[in-house]
C-alpha cells in the first residue's frame, strides 16, 4: 500500500486545517485508515482512525474539534481539525492497518505508513 498525504502547512490557532491521504496498491475494505502524529515530545499520538463502513474513533485530546471520514471509491481519508491550538502542532502521518475484531482502533497494527505532513499551529 502506498500512502499519499496533502494539507497541513501553517494554520493560525482558532483556524481549520484539512488533511488528506490517499491510498493505492489494494483494496481497503478490510482495513482501518488514520492518523497519527507525532512531536519532539511525543514519540507517537493516535489521532484518529476509521474502518470501511464509517466507525470513527478519535483520541481524547483531539475528541469534538477533529472529525476523520474516508472516501471508499477513492480510498482517501480526511482529517478535518477545527479550533486548532498550538499543541496541534505535529507532524501528521496517514496510516493503514487491517481492521480484524479490534474495538479500540488505537491498537491496530498499522503496518503502512506515510510520509507525513506537517501542520504548524502558531499562536
Known amino acids: 500500500v502506498q500512502l499519499q498525504a496533502s494539507g497541513g502547512g501553517l494554520v493560525q490557532a482558532g483556524d481549520s486545517a484539512t488533511l488528506s491521504c490517499a491510498a493505492s496498491?489494494?483494496?481497503?475494505?478490510?482495513?482501518?485508515m488514520g492518523w497519527f502524529r507525532q512531536t519532539p515530545y511525543i514519540e507517537r499520538e493516535f489521532v484518529a482512525a476509521?474502518?470501511?463502513?464509517?466507525?470513527?474513533q478519535y483520541a481524547s485530546s483531539v475528541k469534538g474539534r477533529v472529525t476523520i471520514s474516508r472516501d471508499n471509491d477513492k480510498n482517501t481519508v480526511y482529517l478535518q481539525m477545527n479550533n486548532v491550538i498550538p499543541e496541534d502542532t505535529a507532524v501528521y502521518y496517514c496510516?493503514?492497518?487491517?481492521?480484524?475484531?479490534?474495538?479500540?482502533?488505537?491498537?491496530?497494527?498499522?503496518?503502512?505508513w506515510g510520509p507525513g505532513t506537517q501542520v504548524t499551529v502558531s499562536s
Open positions: 496510516v493503514v492497518g487491517r481492521r480484524f475484531g479490534y474495538r479500540d482502533y488505537s491498537l491496530i497494527q498499522y503496518d503502512y
Open positions: 476509521i474502518d470501511s463502513s464509517g466507525t470513527a
Open positions: 496498491g489494494r483494496t481497503l475494505e478490510l482495513y482501518a
